[in-house]
């Protein structure tokens, strides 16, 4: 295990009718709020009156921006940033799933910041200021709403890129698990899927000796694969909704990468792809992942025996590690399928057209993860692989 630092600032504020809390801790910081929505859902379940209700109870005074899309766009966060300086905002409340959290944390971000917020993104080294957060989240996917993280896309340049924040933790998020049962079934399949996704990124690492990291990887995979069948036989299964909602939150709060070398070259051919094709980040993933095992197999098998093992009780009697290996990582491609996700890039109608220069982009800045340094040519074959 190597040295390590960890802090995290965020309240997590859990359980049936959360959201009550809302007016309270806000006005503990602020009495001027941005309200930052997505493209309506949070009205037709009935959110945005309690969101509202909550605010104006406690003496906030609500401005808002709405219309935030999947694979959130610059031009939404350059109209925030605009309105919190004109109105003097003293907090961004991202109301939604991981795109709107983003999105609320790049606003937060971007009032502080002197310059095109697009240039958080491209410019050298990392932000490190911003106006407070807070969170009610609707959808379990990213864990954007106990991280300085945040993913953007700009549809001029056909790029997503993200940014880490240590001052856009959200001081708070409110986490209802009633609000994600209205959420559509694929999309709580693209959810499970960017979880594991998240997961996988902090536990494939060849840093040694890391017992209580990886356990902690291996028991929210197995929780997401048990829970993940109950949601989708009941939407409104509370119990299975709070589990996976939690999950999601834990998968990327920090504590699976304590002390470890993480990897990440999934997340970023995958931004390449969304970034051009505008397909959810969690179908994307769930095609690529499977591809990207079987690719950087040639760097070590012990890990991969392992979760073969531990996550999908694969009997190790008479099989090689390399056996074990393979035979989770085909687990893991029937997991995504069984829970409907796409597995081919021809599901999206994405053919060889763009995938020299998706290659070209993803690795534009260096060699990409940790598990296998993966270079241009590497990434094309792994697009390849998923055609």
């Not at 197999?297 to 009697?317: H, I, M, N, S, W």
Request: with cysteine.
């Amino acid at each position: 295990m190597n040295n390590f630092s960890f802090h995290n600032p965020t309240e997590i504020i859990f359980g049936r009718d959360s959201v009550k809390k809302l007016g309270e801790k806000t006005r503990q910081i602020g009495e001027r709020a941005l309200l930052v929505t997505g493209g309506g859902s949070v009205k037709k379940i009935g959110l945005y009156d309690k969101v509202v209700d909550s605010l104006v109870e406690a003496g906030v005074e609500v401005f808002e921006i709405s219309g935030v899309k999947p694979n959130p766009r610059i031009s939404l966060v350059r109209e925030g940033v605009k309105l919190c300086r004109e109105k003097e905002i003293d907090i961004v409340l991202g109301v939604g799933g991981g795109s709107t959290v983003d999105t609320a944390k790049t606003i937060a971000t971007g009032v502080l910041f002197d310059g095109d917020p697009w240039e958080l993104f491209t410019m050298e080294g990392e932000p490190d200021k911003a106006i407070p957060v807070g969170v009610v989240l609707t959808l379990a996917a990213t864990g954007s709403e106990m991280n300085g993280n945040a993913v953007i896309s700009n549809l001029e340049t056909e790029e997503k890129l993200a940014i880490h924040n240590p001052a856009s933790y959200p001081s708070f998020s409110i986490l209802d698990p009633v609000n994600t049962f209205s959420v559509p079934k694929k999309h709580t399949v693209y959810g499970i899927v960017d979880i594991a996704a998240h997961i996988f990124e902090q536990y494939f690492s060849h840093t040694p000796a890391t017992p209580i990291q990886d356990r902690w990887a291996e028991s929210l995979l197995k929780t997401l694969i048990e829970e993940g069948d109950r949601v989708l036989a009941d939407p409104e299964d509370y119990d299975a909704r709070a589990s996976i909602m939690l999950t999601g939150t834990m998968a990327l709060s920090g504590l699976l990468a304590m002390g470890k070398v993480e990897d990440w070259a999934s997340h970023d051919i995958e931004h390449e792809l969304s970034a051009i094709y505008d397909i959810p980040h969690g179908g994307g993933l769930a095609i690529l992942f499977p591809n990207w095992m079987n690719y950087v197999l040639t760097e070590g098998t012990e890990k991969f025996a392992q979760y073969a093992v531990r996550v999908f009780g694969v009997d190790p009697e008479g099989k090689t590690e390399k056996e074990l290996a393979l035979e989770g990582i085909k687990k893991t491609r029937e997991w995504f399928n069984s829970l409907g996700a796409p597995s081919r890039l021809s599901d999206y109608d994405i053919g060889e057209e763009n995938l020299e220069i998706m290659a070209e982009k993803a690795t534009s800045r260096g060699a990409l993860g940790g598990y296998k340094k993966l270079y241009k040519e590497d990434v094309l074959k792994i697009y390849r692989m998923s055609l």
